[in-house]
């Protein structure tokens, strides 16, 4: 079997070292691995495949001989960076938005359109967190029954926002329960035993960059700009996972029986629905799991062609780190790597 | 000034508790006031009004010459005792859902539909805590633009559940930072650092009871029921505050800044909505206070007359205990009591 030299760019965050772990746990054929972080972090040793790794300084590495990049280094680092690792060779995938809306890089979530891989020209965009796990429930519903409009509010965890963030909702937590002075500055409130309506930064429409990512990129996946989205995002104090409630209205009438089928074979999808047994999907229980855990499917008593439903999954795992190795396996399997 | 002779059932709970408060906070003309609660509080002195008061038990107290009763002992006593109550001479405003649906019982919001007070026949049912502060923010729009559909998801605080659901908020709160097992008896799965989308029972169509009083009482609050309402209530980390995502669906094309400008003159609502100064409702803010806050008010990018906005109030004032003390004081200044 063919193997690969791999690069992992931010491997000192939490989705870098989430990649890391995928990576092994999947076993993907590596040959090598080199990881990169900022001068920063460089030179930090890291226990990767068994291996001792020295994470190098992405400013002055050479990159010769890199054959797949995961990148998971914030918006501003794929900017400056991915164009030399594609100019040395190799494929990137890249977990920021900085590719996402061009029109020469594909948007992938390799259960929904696997066939835009085809189109890249070294660079593929990983969606954001809150849009891969909507999208892989969509999809069997937009392939039986079209997709009119979609309105959806969002939980969202605060892995999403980093590690800072993550040490912030524990600290907060802990004095929030010993009645000591609430600080924090990751977040412009507290988050602890709260929820801010408030992800990404706000634009003149009153909506935040989160909500519109939403909007925008479910488009280019599903290959469908007449689908019609608004989405509400909101930050809750959990650890791991975001929630979404999504009230679909389609374009023929599709029952919750056909949904609940349709959803129960889809792959990287685990149907958990039956609420009258408490079986239903929450943050806790997809938390370091790979699928996209979907349940309290119903049909919209305000609509009549219309689906709710609640999809639960881990932001860094489908939503962020396993989405992108996804992307490279299944790139292998196309024999486009 | 009349006064009056007052009593509170449920006295030993939060929204009792609560309710309690606000009579003091708000010097309601109180002549007597009476504390009851089932056998087993029964006896308990409580501080109220600047006086010890020896809660008394329902099941046995002679209740005669009580004019206003407050009920917060949920759907069971409200059940057994209003009869009571109302055959003794007093008017019972009813926290619980037991007569909510009931045509004869006028199911009341002060700022929104006063005139159906007019109607009652001894019992006032107030509405649930996430209805109550939906329509406060709904009733303007209503008013100016009609509603066709609104799509809301929830996020609701466990003191909605009672004094058990925040201790073991808290409790597991303390068990997750400590890496200590996580045990719990309110909520059929972990709430701390996690969130359910389950309140109330489920029934056959899917939804939740408390999704389908969201659905049923907004129709009756606003004398519409051509209005479609489609809810996912969630619980989440919080201990005091809902939140709420609401999407309406108007009749007529209506502005945010028109939503806006309703909305800063419209009694018991403040308005909160300058995001990108951070300026948006949150429970945290809300707790505590009486007032209704609305913010991220914006167009739907996905529908033609269509409004976006997140509501926040405290459960257990506006939601709950405020809201029944103001119907009292609404059926004073309308010489109904």
């Known amino acids: 079997m063919k193997t690969y030299n791999v690069a992992v760019l931010g491997a000192t965050g939490l989705v870098g070292g989430e990649m890391i772990k995928i990576l092994e746990e999947k076993n993907f054929p590596v040959k090598s691995l080199r990881l990169f972080a900022t001068s920063r972090s460089a030179g930090v040793v890291m226990k990767a495949l068994g291996q001792d790794i020295t994470v190098e300084d992405i400013q002055t590495a050479d990159l010769t ?150 909007t925008f990129e479910t488009r280019k996946i599903l290959g469908d700009d007449s689908i019609r989205l608004s989405a509400t995002t909101v930050r809750v104090p959990v650890v791991t996972s975001h929630s979404e409630a999504v009230n679909v209205e389609t374009k023929t009438k599709i029952t919750a029986g056909e949904v609940r089928e349709l959803l129960s074979t889809f792959p990287g999808v685990t149907l958990m629905d039956d609420p009258k047994n408490n079986i239903y ?37 489908k939503g962020a780190a396993l989405n992108a190795v996804q992307i490279l396996e299944k790139m292998i399997e196309m024999e486009l790597i």
């Open 281 to 317: 999907p929450y943050p806790v229980l997809a938390a370091h799991k790979d699928d996209v855990f979907v349940g309290r499917i119903r049909e919209d008593i305000s609509c009549d062609k219309g689906i709710e439903m609640f999809v639960v999954s881990d932001n860094l795992r």
């Open 65 to 214: 001989g890199i054959e797949a990049a995961l990148f998971a280094g914030g918006e501003i680092a794929s900017e400056d960076f991915a164009g030399r690792f594609v100019d040395a060779g190799a494929v990137v995938v890249d977990n920021s938005a900085a590719f996402r809306m061009k029109p020469e890089v594909p948007l992938v979530v390799p259960e929904v359109n696997p066939e835009d891989l085809r189109k890249h020209n070294g660079i593929i965009a990983n969606p954001n967190c809150s849009t891969i796990q909507m999208v892989v429930a969509l999809k069997p519903i937009y392939d039986k029954a079209g997709i009119e409009r979609v309105v959806v509010s969002t939980y969202q965890s605060v892995s999403g926002t980093g590690k800072a963030a993550v040490e912030e909702l524990n600290e907060q937590s802990k004095a929030a329960l010993e009645n000591k002075e609430i600080k924090g500055n990751v977040y412009p409130h507290q988050i602890a035993f709260n929820l801010l309506p408030h992800i990404g930064s706000f634009q003149d429409n009153g909506y935040s960059s989160e909500e519109l990512k939403m």
